[in-house]
């Protein structure tokens, strides 16, 4: 990479000039909406018991749906971006809302299709898989036709697309709007200044204790003079949800995760056992930093602490290149699309007021590029962070050239390709530590990676579904579900801390989201199965890449467990796989252990 500095800020006027008042976008989103409108002509007409209706005129209809799909996702992306890098742009706000309804509208003609599929007889369905123009969207033609069958009329549906703009994507929305106007006062060397809700967050890893405590005490301040709105829209969402869930005869509250990530219970349940027979491992953890940060016992906010008083930071071009450095190691094609992404500005990462909290990637299918939001402050985190989200977008990077209906791969195999990136760059950290304090610090935020997936993650899981259960007999009340956080996260760290986030369901944004439902487990799920991944490619070496890839392009066409069976030979309903990747997590505990005991 050239040595001179990168810009942090993204380029987003080379997709659409103008931001919230492109003239160019608003056309390209009339375009959109005339798109959907032709697709869904086509679906109207389309007979599935005319003898006409052969596999050519489906796969016309799929093509059609590829090209409509592509162009709303585009556009549905340049609005997230929008949305995240001025959360007070106003304007904006009036694109999200029509951004809601244009998904509803494609949801509509999907539902329509889909439901379609159902009234083909299994012989015929199966002959007209077996036609050259369908083969290859066997498995997601498949998965619409049974996923139809287990949905209400076509009328129901459609009509619940179109409440969801209002009566559910709307309280999404109130959310954001909330924390787009919250402020953060804390104090510093004598004066007190004003945060958005992300540069706070991003104190909570100050090497400096008492910052740490004040940011998390102002911060659960807000939280909490915010609780009822929030109060009101986690229990609307999850209303909505299980209304839905109800008509359609689901008695399940996992179904619908399950569904979205293409995994069995039996690969949940695996997961959750091998981690839970192995958490003494890192209880221990717990309990060596709380001794070397001086404390009896660890606070929430202490977790993601430094150990290391003196927090190297990096600038921002500093990080890029030992991000690409170390990719090349593994993968010069990965290196090379990191390299891209950083000198042609896809990267959205100065520290500045008024940005949306947390770090995303967002795909651009027509255009063909990503574009990836974070706060980079100078940290091994925010290194990382990075890191992560490139891995998500060399995952869309290598699957442009694939039909547009199989490129829709679910989150949790989305976050394997992220972790691995995330994994490339903490791995490579800690070997080329010079010193044994410099290896303790950069091992200790390895691990702490491991916590969060096992130990955060694992409390998400139990709140969400022990909420879902009390939201199933009405409205639960702010204080039932501060207490429900409490023992989530009590549970899940082992009763190993001295004060908990009771409020942390209020500024998790993934609770609040209506995309996806138990917005969690898939991120542990990605973890562990790059875990195998990174193993796989340090046993098998240079021949890794190609392979890594031909595992990306199949994500959106098969289930993890035949993803897992096809390109690493292992069983994701046992244990075992679970628990040798774990393995990896405890060498490093041990290694942290032995070089901190005197």
């Known amino acids: 990479m050239r040595e001179t ?5 993204w380029d987003l006027d080379s997709i659409f000039p103008g931001g919230s008042t492109s003239e160019t976008f608003h056309t390209y989103l009339e375009n959109v909406q005339e798109n959907i409108q032709n697709v869904g002509s086509e679906v109207d007409q389309f007979n599935p018991n005319d003898e006409d209706a052969d596999a050519g005129v489906l796969a016309n209809i799929a093509t059609c749906l590829e090209d409509a799909q592509n162009k709303m996702k585009e556009a549905f992306a340049f609005i997230s971006c929008l949305n995240a890098e001025d959360m007070n742009d106003k304007k904006t706000d009036i694109l999200v809302a029509r951004r809601n309804e244009l998904r509803a509208e494609m949801g509509a003609v999907r539902t329509k299709l889909n439901q379609k599929l159902t009234e083909i007889n299994d012989i015929a369905w199966n002959e007209l898989l077996d036609k050259p123009e369908l083969k290859q969207l066997r498995f997601v033609l498949n998965e619409k036709r049974k996923k139809a069958k287990e949905l209400l009329s076509p009328e129901q549906e459609v009509l619940i697309n179109d409440l969801e703009v209002d009566g559910y994507d709307a309280w999404n929305q109130m959310y954001n709007t909330i924390i787009g106007n919250m402020r953060v006062e804390v104090e510093e060397d004598g004066e007190v200044n004003s945060y958005s809700v992300g540069q706070a967050s991003n104190k909570l890893t100050s090497p400096d204790r008492s910052i740490r405590k004040q940011v998390f005490k102002q911060l659960n301040k807000e939280w909490t003079r915010n609780s009822d709105f929030f109060g009101q829209t986690l229990n609307h969402l999850a209303g909505f949800r299980l209304q839905k869930y109800k008509h359609r005869n689901w008695h399940h509250v996992l179904k619908e995760p399950l569904a979205i990530n293409r995994m069995k219970q039996e690969t949940l349940d695996a997961m959750w056992t091998a981690i839970n027979r192995n958490k003494q491992h890192f209880v221990a953890f717990l309990q060596k930093k709380a001794d070397l940060l ?8 202490d977790v993601n ?7 190297k930071t990096s600038t921002y071009t500093e990080g890029a290149h030992f991000i690409v450095e170390n990719f090349r190691q593994f993968s010069p094609k990965m290196a090379n699309f990191a390299q891209m992404a950083f000198e042609n500005r896809w990267i959205e990462a100065e520290d500045r007021p008024g940005k ?3 770090g995303f990637c967002t795909s651009f299918p027509d255009s063909k590029q990503t574009r990836i939001f974070m706060t980079y402050s100078g940290t091994s985190a925010n290194i990382a962070t990075l ?28 976050e394997t390709a992220s972790t691995f990136a995330e994994m490339i760059v903490a791995d490579a950290s800690v070997k080329r530590a010079q010193t044994s304090e410099e290896k303790v610090a950069l091992l200790e ?12 993650i694992h409390a998400r899981f139990l709140f969400e579904r022990r909420f879902y259960e009390e939201r199933q007999q009405g409205m639960v009340s702010v204080e039932r579900l501060n207490e429900l956080m409490i023992d989530a996260q009590k549970e899940a760290y082992c009763e190993m801390l001295d004060e908990y986030d009771p409020n942390f369901w209020a500024s998790k944004l993934h609770f609040h989201i209506t995309g996806v439902p138990f917005y969690n487990f898939p991120y542990t799920f990605g973890y562990l199965f790059s875990l195998g991944i990174y193993k796989y490619a340090q046993e098998i ?9 031909a595992l990306l392009r199949d994500t959106g066409r098969m289930t993890v467990e035949e993803l897992a069976e096809k390109h690493l030979n292992v069983d994701l309903t046992k244990p075992d796989f679970w628990e040798n990747a774990i393995k990896l997590c405890v060498e490093d505990v041990e290694t942290f252990l032995s070089l901190t005991t005197a």
């Open 356 to 358: 949306r909290p947390g």
């Open 541 to 549: 070496g240079s021949d890794f890449e190609d392979d890594y890839i």
């Open 294 to 301: 001086g404390q009896e016992k660890l606070s929430i906010y």
């Open 387 to 414: 890191a992560h989200e490139l891995g998500h977008a060399y995952h869309q990077h290598v699957m442009n050239d694939i039909h547009g209906l199989n490129q829709g791969y679910a989150m949790n195999v989305a």
């Open 305 to 311: 602490a430094p150990i290391s008083k003196s927090v």
């Open 445 to 456: 935020d390895k691990i702490k990676r491991s916590i969060a997936f096992f130990m955060n």
């Open 5 to 9: 500095m990168l810009n942090p800020k």
